[in-house]
């Protein structure tokens, strides 16, 4: 069977899936809506977090942003497992006992006050709404190849999917779709990297055979890989990091707390029945999330390999890189850069007039690799690679299966949808629970509160993708961006309402405003305008990265310094919370069947 014709069959497969399960778990009440009825067992909840969890960003994304950045890139492994493994430890229990569906009915009740639950959504909705751009980024790049489409095409197909199995399915339909798409996604990415780490290594475990010596050499894989990329005049793949030491660092804190903070995973732990439930759930989930992101490490770097030696022939012979027979014959290149040069996200310019393709930094301060590119007649690099097609392109340049670069396809849709369902789901439940029912109309009967939320979610997936269409970076720099707003805005909310039972309303609703302004205004200033191009004000903070080298992705943990300062301040000038709000603090952070719970001391 043709490759086009596997690749429709394995996505069409996986869609009738998903749609299937939608419609065979349709939500009928409110409760099943918003929560799936509370009755998931912790094994499936665990899956869907997993695939909540693992968006275009972590399918599609990251391993490219890792082959990118090389060292560098780990700290998105570090910051969304850390942060993973705070929101289990410190927040999902409490909020679970707490017994709200969302996060900001969490706030309102907390902080006592409407006008808190109102800037808890607003916060939410710029952070939901941001990472969506990110998915629709990822959807369109996995539609656009294989579909053969335009990316704005296909990101209106995108649109299309995901309206339909999250407004019929409500969370109880997303559930059972996300345990179907977390299975075809980490078997996407897991198949194609075991049979490429066999072929380089002749390890069965790609975890393993990053670490192992290539077959048939002596050489160790990252050696290999090091020796090639500083040859061409790339920076080392093991030791270059992301800016500054400083930088990496805020970076991964901004990925970890805004991690903690995200509605829509949080919203995952008032699906399971028990408190005890919620926090197994998170322990499954730590498993079913370690499989994909042990596993992208190994695949950023076996991708690069790969890509390098498909263009540079001595790559695997041996020899001179800057031999003219090394680079290869631009009309004998291979079919899979020919169909990723359709989508536009892989393009070749021949600058010498060579008929070759010749590949390496030609920005590069390595004066030895200046030389020998002059030396040999390279007039600068010919060959662009969008971050976002590595893991997608990653079977087609190993020459794997048909099959499987189908297989690929479906889970690349799979990561983005799935995320995509959450999302909305998190938007629509702010929209029509938090403002509509909680405060503009509390009257209102629950056929009109679930038509509003499928409203909100129509409204959103429109607004998704238009800003998809024009996104302001890679689908991982974007989510990036989605993480610093909840980092500076949701996060400080949450623990304070948790941790300090004197923390009052005036405090926190100064800190969420506060956190996700100065956030909003660094960001903007780099990016444009609620992200439209051209809009950019950076004359007026001082030029790019102004804040101590700090780039916009990684300056939430900044705002979130700056959210729960400003808290503590108006907290000292203003009256203390009620007692009842005080004493309902300590009693949802000591243990049920605690001797100070049932009056003893």
Same mark, same amino acid.
């Given at each position: 069977?043709?490759?086009?014709?596997?690749?429709?069959?394995?996505?069409?497969?996986?869609?009738?899936?998903?749609?299937?399960?939608?419609?065979?778990?349709r939500a009928g009440s409110t409760s099943e809506f918003y929560s799936a009825g509370g009755s998931?067992?912790?094994?499936?909840?665990?899956?869907?977090?997993?695939?909540?969890? &693992?968006?275009?960003?972590?399918?599609?994304?990251?391993?490219?942003?890792?082959?990118?950045?090389?060292?560098?890139?780990?700290?998105?492994?570090?910051?969304?497992?850390?942060?993973?493994?705070?929101?289990? &430890?410190? $927040?999902?229990?409490? @909020?679970?006992?707490?017994?709200?569906?969302?996060?900001?009915?969490?706030?309102?009740?907390?902080?006592?006050? #409407?006008? =808190?639950?109102?800037? +808890?959504?607003?916060?939410?909705?710029?952070?939901?709404?941001?990472?969506?751009?990110?998915?629709?980024?990822?959807?369109?790049? +996995?539609?656009?190849?294989? $579909?053969?489409?335009?990316?704005?095409?296909?990101?209106?197909? !995108?649109?299309?999917?995901?309206?339909?199995?999250?407004?019929?399915? *409500?969370? #109880?339909?997303?559930?059972?779709?996300?345990?179907?798409?977390?299975?075809?996604?980490?078997?996407?990415?897991?198949?194609?990297?075991?049979?490429?780490?066999?072929?380089?290594?002749?390890?069965?475990?790609?975890?393993?055979?990053?670490?192992?010596?290539?077959?048939?050499?002596?050489?160790?894989?990252?050696? #290999?890989?090091?020796s090639v990329v500083t040859d061409l005049g790339f920076g080392k793949y093991t030791t270059t990091?992301? !800016?500054?030491? $400083?930088?990496?660092?805020?970076?991964?804190?901004?990925?970890?707390?805004?991690?903690?903070?995200?509605?829509?995973?949080?919203?995952?732990?008032?699906?399971?029945?028990?408190?005890?439930?919620?926090?197994?759930?998170?322990?499954?989930?730590? /498993?079913?999330?370690?499989?994909?992101?042990?596993? =992208?490490?190994?695949?950023?770097?076996?991708?690069?390999?790969?890509?390098?030696?498909?263009?540079?022939?001595?790559?695997?012979?041996?020899?001179?890189?800057?031999?003219?027979?090394?680079?290869?014959?631009?009309?004998?290149?291979?079919?899979? &850069?020919?169909?990723?040069?359709?989508?536009?996200?892989?393009?070749?310019?021949?600058?010498?007039?060579? *008929?070759?393709?010749?590949?390496?930094?030609?920005?590069?301060?390595?004066?030895?690799?200046?030389?020998?590119?002059?030396?040999?007649?390279?007039?600068?690099?010919?060959?662009?690679?969008?971050?976002?097609?590595?893991?997608?392109?990653?079977?087609?340049?190993?020459?794997?299966?048909?099959?499987?670069?189908?297989?690929?396809?479906?889970?690349?849709?799979?990561?983005? @949808?799935?995320?995509?369902?959450?999302?909305?789901?998190?938007?629509?439940?702010? /929209?029509?629970?938090?403002?509509?029912?909680?405060?503009?109309?509390?009257?209102?009967?629950?056929?009109?509160?679930?038509?509003?939320?499928?409203?909100?979610?129509? *409204?959103?997936? /429109?607004?998704?993708?238009?800003?998809?269409?024009?996104?302001? !970076?890679?689908?991982? !720099?974007?989510?990036?961006?989605?993480?610093?707003?909840?980092?500076?805005?949701?996060?400080?909310?949450?623990?304070?309402?948790?941790?300090?039972?004197?923390?009052?309303?005036?405090?926190?609703?100064?800190?969420?405003?506060?956190?996700?302004?100065?956030?909003?205004?660094?960001?903007?200033?780099?990016?444009?305008?609620?992200?439209?191009?051209?809009?950019?004000?950076?004359?007026?903070?001082?030029?790019?990265?102004?804040?101590?080298?700090?780039?916009?992705?990684?300056?939430?943990?900044?705002?979130? @310094?700056?959210?729960?300062?400003?808290?503590?301040?108006?907290?000292?000038?203003?009256?203390?919370?009620?007692?009842?709000?005080?004493?309902?603090?300590?009693? /949802?952070?000591?243990?049920?069947?605690? #001797? @100070?719970?049932?009056?003893?001391?």
């Amino acid at each position: 069977m043709e490759l086009q014709t596997t690749i429709y069959l394995i996505v069409g497969l996986s869609f009738a899936l998903y749609i299937g399960i939608a419609i065979w778990a349709r939500a009928g009440s409110t409760s099943e809506f918003y929560s799936a009825g509370g009755s998931v067992h912790p094994v499936v909840n665990g899956m869907a977090i997993g695939a909540d969890w &693992m968006s275009a960003a972590s399918f599609i994304s990251m391993a490219g942003m890792i082959a990118n950045m090389g060292y560098g890139g780990a700290l998105f492994l570090m910051g969304w497992t850390g942060g993973y493994v705070l929101l289990a &430890m410190l $927040l999902a229990p409490y @909020l679970r006992k707490f017994g709200k569906f969302t996060v900001p009915q969490f706030i309102g009740d907390r902080f006592y006050s #409407k006008g =808190a639950a109102v800037i +808890a959504v607003m916060c939410l909705l710029t952070a939901s709404l941001t990472y969506i751009i990110g998915q629709m980024t990822g959807v369109g790049v +996995a539609f656009s190849r294989f $579909l053969g489409v335009s990316s704005e095409t296909g990101i209106y197909v !995108g649109m299309g999917i995901v309206f339909l199995y999250a407004v019929f399915g *409500g969370m #109880k339909g997303i559930t059972y779709t996300q345990v179907a798409q977390y299975v075809v996604l980490i078997l996407a990415y897991t198949v194609p990297a075991i049979f490429i780490s066999l072929h380089l290594t002749g390890n069965f475990l790609p975890q393993i055979g990053l670490g192992g010596t290539m077959t048939g050499t002596d050489m160790s894989l990252l050696a #290999k890989l090091d020796s090639v990329v500083t040859d061409l005049g790339f920076g080392k793949y093991t030791t270059t990091t992301a !800016g500054s030491t $400083l930088n990496m660092f805020v970076y991964t804190m901004s990925l970890m707390i805004g991690t903690a903070g995200l509605p829509h995973v949080i919203m995952r732990f008032f699906t399971v029945p028990t408190v005890k439930d919620a926090r197994s759930s998170a322990g499954w989930a730590l /498993v079913f999330i370690a499989i994909l992101y042990t596993t =992208a490490p190994a695949v950023a770097a076996m991708a690069k390999l790969n890509l390098h030696a498909t263009v540079n022939t001595a790559v695997v012979k041996g020899g001179d890189l800057y031999a003219p027979e090394a680079s290869i014959l631009a009309e004998t290149r291979p079919d899979w &850069m020919k169909r990723w040069e359709k989508t536009g996200l892989l393009k070749f310019a021949d600058k010498n007039g060579d *008929g070759r393709i010749q590949y390496y930094n030609d920005k590069t301060k390595n004066p030895e690799a200046k030389a020998k590119a002059e030396a040999a007649g390279w007039k600068g690099n010919e060959l662009t690679v969008n971050a976002d097609i590595i893991v997608l392109a990653n079977p087609e340049i190993a020459l794997l299966p048909n099959w499987v670069i189908g297989l690929v396809a479906a889970g690349g849709l799979a990561a983005a @949808l799935s995320t995509a369902a959450g999302l909305l789901m998190a938007i629509s439940s702010a /929209v029509s629970h938090d403002l509509i029912k909680g405060i503009f109309a509390p009257e209102i009967s629950e056929k009109g509160e679930l038509m509003a939320g499928k409203i909100a979610m129509a *409204g959103a997936i /429109v607004v998704a993708g238009y800003l998809g269409l024009n996104p302001p !970076g890679f689908a991982a !720099g974007t989510v990036a961006l989605a993480f610093g707003i909840a980092a500076s805005s949701l996060f400080p909310a949450i623990m304070m309402g948790i941790f300090s039972k004197k923390m009052n309303k005036e405090g926190a609703m100064a800190g969420m405003l506060a956190g996700l302004f100065i956030t909003l205004f660094y960001v903007f200033a780099h990016k444009g305008l609620f992200f439209i191009k051209g809009t950019e004000y950076l004359g007026l903070i001082g030029g790019p990265n102004p804040f101590f080298g700090i780039t916009p992705e990684a300056f939430g943990a900044i705002g979130a @310094l700056v959210n729960f300062a400003v808290a503590f301040l108006v907290d000292k000038v203003t009256p203390e919370p009620p007692e009842h709000i005080q004493h309902m603090v300590e009693a /949802v952070r000591v243990p049920r069947g605690s #001797k @100070l719970v049932n009056g003893a001391h």
